[in-house]
């Protein structure tokens, strides 16, 4: 109704406010019509508002006006996904554990999502995934998302004034937008910066180096370990400890070449190892703690000597005995202080993954008694899931293939990043036949979750189902099992709809 | 079969909780036999009982049995078989098993017999009980009619912001004493009037309510002297039903008749399902209810194409239908009718207020437009720059300016003479529903 209509106006202020008169103007009554009191004047009102009504809205007719000009979306790259693909993904919006997969998935099968569909993924997508799997969108997203301001992708590049000039929290949104894109130029504006930097803005700003680290921002880094702020020397220690050639690396190894050394007598070694006296400022700049911790079985110079050989890559000493990795352990198994030692080792074999040594480690534990089943569960897990991914699934293969304790088991299930086909046998088959299901050695069911999403789906479905077909109904591992059977089922389902055609 | 698919499945499900367990029961694993004869779709399911549990469905007009002891309809055996259909398990085509069969035979027949016993004829109820009972009725409305005057009157002295004012119990109070006199229709109006109340254009709303409202209860005082149409029209309006019984007996419009849309809402306890056909140039709207949990009867998806024999309600224009007999249901149809644009919308409107001046919507193919979002709001922008306006609540504006692609669409929906309801959208050769998934609104393409 057009509020330009004078008698409706008034027709709605007067019932609006209450009546007070007993009679109403007639000019209330549309033209053509004359009017027909009631009994009361509110019967009045309402049938001189009906009749209004009634003539406005039949008569209405809409203005002609301008035809908008609108631009067309590019047409789609790539095959459609079918719709019962798009209606699970609306499900799985905005964060399914599956999501990530689905979206793998859809780009490995070249589809895209259809345009009726991309105002709910631009809009209940988190905007990294979008970002990381722009072809799943399709060339007609940004079309889309021009249209609505609230979809605006800063497809712009990172703003030096913004660097210059903006609050806190901007800058820190410029600069990691920079680091993604551009490391090195990234930490130059911050070198640049840095003399005039608050302390508060330091202690903010240089964690956001941690990202892309490379060795080019060794010297920086080297730098910051004076620098006042706690936090800025803590993350400058972290950093510099992932970089095995810096500077700060050898100077550890110089420690150490000193503290720790062997000899080789006929084929075999034999270490002797001496405790550091006292922690100099130098040490302590480079991040070792003087005062031991509570909880840590040894006595303070040990404590320190640990601290060195977790930061120093397992190479140095493969190279400098010139040894493999097994004779190293045994001799050091052999020392008074083989053991503390050993779980510092397993600390710099996780910082610096190397193949050889995480395997010598993880078979040692295996054999190992001593500490907890848990400690050196979640310790070899900490081996193979730090290797990368080829290297990780034949050191898996290669303790799947062993009988292992539950725990272990399930700690490997649980950290597991890629899983080939045949480590997903070897899983499912390990799961099926162990015997000791107790309630001290089990399963968890967080860890079979993390399996069945990672987990090589058309390896694993047919050995699953022979398996539930010959397991028992109430057995423990019929339990295990029948936790993973769904969400396989729903991975397959799921790949098999993105191979439809839309 | 292609009209069926998991979100229809999900429509069907009484609660989340339904759906949830027939996932569970959705593998082959869990059913000892399954298999289909062209609509009809059975299995046997292992459960906890000593033996399997029998689920019968028919795909047509989503109606199921289950022999177990749950009081929920549709069941998630139920659930689980349609799931097991709509995720391509293999389920062979054999010839379907007694009980299956028993059951399809059994509810044809029960249609057929229902039809043939409307076509006999039946003894006339003793015709002196039936005056006295509605001589009763008709003081009991007016006991209503007269509690209606004097509010009315009250309301407009105080004023329409006092009005606004007013809590919930004064409006369910005199909604529920309206449905003691008998009169739900006023009852149902009192109840719009309460919500209202809280839309953003409050005082036209409240205006137009109360007007319509006055406009009855006169009309309603001299029905003697209106049309025989339009007073039909008006005892339907204050709250006399048309016994179904006795519109099955008459004769019905046959024809290929497309479902476009089919819409469920939830009124209190009750859940009110709206479903549009159209043949050719005529529209019928099929109302079923379901109390609580009641399931509803069936279920039909926009695109559908029943070939149905349908029966009007008395009403100016006739609008509210029953399906008197289903005879098939064939392949599913992506074309809408032929659509009109803004100006013939209007000018329908305005022809059809003129013969029933409380009419409040009408089915309307709007097209071809083009959408486009204003201030937040959704506009369809037609090829003379005529703009028609959606509803406040109206929240699929960016889907369809997604569908359309710059170009135009042809949408069916309902017009109220001031904004157009979407439901749904063609565009492409291809049919789309207006839905929701998960609370956000999305197009899904159905035919």
Known sequence: MSTANAPWTQLLSLTTLGLRASSIPDTLWPEGLSPLPGPSPSDTVLRAAMARYLTQTAGERAQAGPVPEVSSPPPPARRLVCEAAAWRLGQMLPNHALLPEWLLLAEREQREVPIHWLPMVLEQLPLAQQLRHPQVLGPAAAWLAALNPQWQRSATE??????????????????????????????????????????EGRAKLFPLLRAHLSAADEPFLERALDDSRKEVRTVAIECLRQLPESAYALRNQARLTALITGEIKKRSLTLQIELPTQVDRAAQRDGIVVRRPVGVKMGDRAYWLSQLVALTPPRYWSERFQCEP?????????????????????????????????????????????????ERANQIAQLVSSLPPEQEQSLAVELLSRPLDLTILDRLLDHGRTWSPKGTVLAITALKSTRQANNRNWVSGGGLQSFAHRADVDAALPVLEAALADLAADSPQRGFLEQLHPIFHERALMRQELQTDG | MSDWNSQRVEQLAPDPSALKAAQGVAKLTKWRTVGREDQLLWGECLGSGSSPYQVRIDLTDAASKCSCPSRKLPCKHALGLLLLLVNGAKIPGTQAPAFASEWHAARTQRAASRAAKQAAPETPPDPELQARRMAKRESRI????????????????????????????????????????????????????????????????????FARLRLLIDAY??????????????????GWTQPQETLLTREGL?????????????????????????????????????????????????????????????????????????????????????????????????????????????????????????????????????????????????????????????????????????????????LYNLVQLRDMPVLAKVA
């Not at chain 1, 001799?331 to 008074?336: G, H, I, Q, V």
């Not at chain 1, 779980?343 to 054999?367: N, T, Y």
């Not at chain 2, 407009?156 to 009169?183: H, I, M, N, Y």
């Not at chain 2, 005082?221 to 204050?238: F, Q």
């Open chain 1, 326 to 374: 097994e004779v190293f352990l045994d001799a050091l198994a052999k020392t008074d202080h083989g053991e503390g030692l050993q779980s510092s080792l397993i600390e710099a074999v996780a910082r610096h993954p190397d193949p050889k040594w995480s395997r010598a480690l993880c078979l040692r534990l295996l054999e190992g008694t001593r500490d907890s089943l848990w």
């Open chain 2, 142 to 209: 007016e006991e209503g009619l007269a509690l209606l005057d004097t509010n009315l009157r009250d309301l407009l002295d105080q004023g329409l912001a006092t009005v606004r004012g007013k809590d919930e119990p004064f409006w369910s109070g005199l909604s529920a004493r309206l449905t003691d006199c008998q009169a739900p229709g006023l009852a149902r109006r009192v109840r719009q009037l309460a919500d209202a109340a809280n839309a953003p254009d409050w005082q036209e709303q409240l205006l137009i309510g």
């Open chain 2, 221 to 238: 005082r001299r029905l003697p002297h209106l049309p025989p149409a339009l007073a039909a029209e008006v005892r339907t309006l204050v």
């Open chain 2, 254 to 430: 046959r024809g290929h008749w497309q479902v476009l849309s089919c819409r469920q809402t939830q009124e209190d306890h009750l859940k009110v399902q709206r479903t549009w056909l159209s043949c050719k140039q005529e529209w019928a709207l099929i109302l079923d209810f379901a109390v609580g949990n009641q399931p509803l009867p069936r279920s039909f998806f926009p695109g559908q194409v029943l070939d149905a024999e349908v029966v009007y309600f008395e009403g100016v224009p006739p609008c509210r239908a029953l399906v008197k007999q289903l005879h098939a249901s064939l392949s599913p149809q992506a074309r809408l009718p032929a659509a009109i644009d803004i100006l013939t919308a209007q000018s329908r409107f305005g022809a059809l207020l003129a013969i029933n001046p409380w009419l409040e919507r009408i089915p309307v193919v709007l097209g071809p437009v083009f959408p486009r979002m204003q201030e937040g709001r959704c506009q369809l922008v037609d090829a003379a720059g005529r703009v028609a306006q959606t509803p406040h609540r109206f929240r699929h504006g960016w889907p369809l300016v997604a569908l359309a692609q710059g170009g135009l669409l042809e949408i069916f929906g309902e017009w109220d003479g001031q904004s157009f309801e979407p439901m749904a959208a063609a565009a492409g050769g291809r």
């Open chain 1, 158 to 199: 990172p703003s030096e004034e913004i660097w210059n000039s903006g609050s806190l929290q901007e800058r820190c949104a410029e600069f990691t937008r920079l680091r993604e894109k551009d490391p090195p130029r990234a930490r130059e504006w911050l070198e640049q910066s840095w003399p005039t930097e608050t302390p």
